[in-house]
């Protein structure tokens, strides 16, 4: 855990638990159990949308703001106490007018602009995402790991692309996701974080996250033994999931993702959503900017999770 500092928490809590929900395949029929459960536990997260339905077939989809009762869902969630981050202007690919058309929806709906953002995998304009993601030799192993296809899709920092957003990511959101790594204590896997990279200038602050895109994915990484380590460390988790990938059918939760979410509510956590901790992070040791030998830590480390995982 190289940098790692334990954090005084606040109210005396022994450590932080978040979630950050990418909204891809999400309808309030598929979610909607998995965000009562998360209430009534105490759990405050944090739920991405796409404030604008899409003109174009998406190839990952689900509802958007543009929906009444998903938006009014939505809205009802921001009132009880969760956050409403973004995944971007909508489902497909977005030029820079329909980003500020989104970016100015999301406003309009949900009161501010979102504190944090998480790039689409299937959006063009992603913000330094595929193998800008990564610098120097890590560039290589990158491109060799995804046998060379992800080299030039994503244009949304670069200036004068017909997609570049750049000005407007730094002027209206505060923190974007990166790197996901399968430890359960984020800030362990990224001590720096949320943390600014002068070598990507667009973002104001990054945040990672630790892996749960599916439910299986998600229980394994908070089974108990892993509740009772970042418990131990007083560390902070922010989960990356999908919780329409597998965490409801019909209805009926899945029973270990249940147990397992009741079993962390009766530890002393810090359940609160992802900018509010992040806000925290930043005021008790300040934004960090980080140097090539920190970043050379994180994308390396990131590789071999992802080299676990298969994905990002």
């Known amino acids: 855990m190289s940098g790692y500092e334990r954090p005084r928490w606040p109210d005396g809590k022994d450590f932080a638990f978040t979630v950050f929900d990418d909204t891809d395949l999400a309808t309030v029929e598929n979610t909607r159990p998995v965000y009562d459960l998360l209430g009534q536990l105490g759990f405050r997260t944090t739920k991405s949308v796409w404030a604008l339905k899409g003109a174009y077939p998406p190839v990952i989809g689900g509802m958007t703001a543009d929906d009444p009762a998903y938006r009014a869902w939505t809205l009802d969630l921001q009132a009880a106490g969760f956050e409403i981050g973004s995944h971007g ?9 329909l980003v500020i058309r989104s970016a100015d929806r999301f406003r309009e709906i949900y009161g501010h602009d979102p504190v944090t953002f998480a790039n689409h995998a299937g959006c ?10 990564v610098s120097g030799p890590a560039r290589l192993a990158y491109n060799v790991m995804t046998r060379f296809s992800r080299r030039d899709l994503f244009r949304g920092h670069r200036e004068g692309d017909p997609l570049f957003w750049g000005d407007i990511c730094r002027e209206r959101v505060r923190y974007v996701r990166n790197f996901t790594y399968t430890n359960i204590n984020t800030l362990a896997a990224c001590p720096f974080m949320p943390y600014h990279d002068p070598d990507r200038p667009y973002v104001n602050a990054w945040f990672a996250s630790s ?17 009772d380590r970042l418990e131990t460390e007083g560390g902070a988790c922010i989960m990356y999931t999908h919780f ?5 059918s019909e209805g009926r939760l899945d029973e270990r993702f249940s147990a397992l979410m009741n079993r962390l509510a009766r530890k002393n956590g810090w359940f609160v959503p992802v900018g509010t901790l992040l806000d925290f992070l930043a005021k008790e040791r300040g934004l960090r900017t980080i140097g090539s030998r920190q970043r050379t830590l ?13 994905h990002s």
């Open 89 to 97: 202007a909508t489902y497909h690919s977005s030029p820079r007018d």
């Open 298 to 310: 994180l994308e390396w480390r990131w590789l071999l999770s992802k080299a676990r995982i298969g």
């Open 244 to 248: 329409a990938s597998g965490f409801s």
């Open 211 to 227: 892996e749960g895109a599916n439910v299986h994915a998600y229980n394994d990484c908070i089974s108990e033994v892993n509740q």
């Open 124 to 133: 063009a304009e992603s913000i330094y995402w595929g193998v800008d993601r």
